[in-house]
């Protein structure tokens, strides 16, 4: 399990945790390339079944990455994506996964570091926890 590298998918807000990721690649910050990104316009936008769909389809882990609270240039959808992301923990443990699968996190634009820094931890805590019983189940159906 030594060689296990997860695959993790981030689902950014286009105004600030894009722009931290894309600082991040400016300024030569790395962060681990097993988390691909996927730029939405608000966190608001990304549904419950969004991050279910994520983990069905292989990811070891899911992140949504918004505004800082209070800043959200649409008002409160990273409020709303931060609800989405309680519920879906509630609904994984429900299911015997462990919750720590899917977190919430909150960027400005300028926090290059910060986006690189949380990326690497949470690849590191999705490592720890070994890969997603779907992938699991996946491969043993093959």
């Known amino acids: 399990m030594s060689n296990f590298e997860p695959e993790i ?3 950014c807000c286009h105004y600030c945790s894009y722009t931290a990721a894309d600082m991040a690649g400016t300024r030569r910050i790395s962060y681990p390339s097993n ?3 996927i730029r939405v316009p608000c966190t608001g936008k990304v ?11 292989g ?5 949504v990455a918004g505004c800082l609270e209070g800043d959200c240039h649409f008002k409160d959808g990273n409020l709303h994506a931060a609800a989405h992301v309680e519920s879906i923990k509630k609904t994984l ?6 919750p720590e699968r899917v977190a919430m996190m909150n ?7 910060g986006f690189a820094k949380a990326a690497e931890e949470f690849t590191e805590k999705i490592k720890a926890l070994g890969p997603s019983p779907a992938s699991q189940a996946t491969s043993k159906a093959v």
Not at 47 to 57: G, R
Not at 59 to 63: E, R
Not at 93 to 98: A, F, K, M, N, V
Not at 107 to 113: D, I, K, P, R
């Open 9 to 11: 998918v981030a689902f």
């Open 35 to 37: 988390v691909k990104i």
């Open 47 to 57: 549904d419950a079944i969004h991050l279910m769909k994520a983990l069905e389809k």
């Open 59 to 63: 990811a070891d882990g899911v992140y």
């Open 93 to 98: 443990e429900d299911l015997g996964w462990e």
């Open 107 to 113: 960027f400005s634009a300028g926090m290059g570091e």
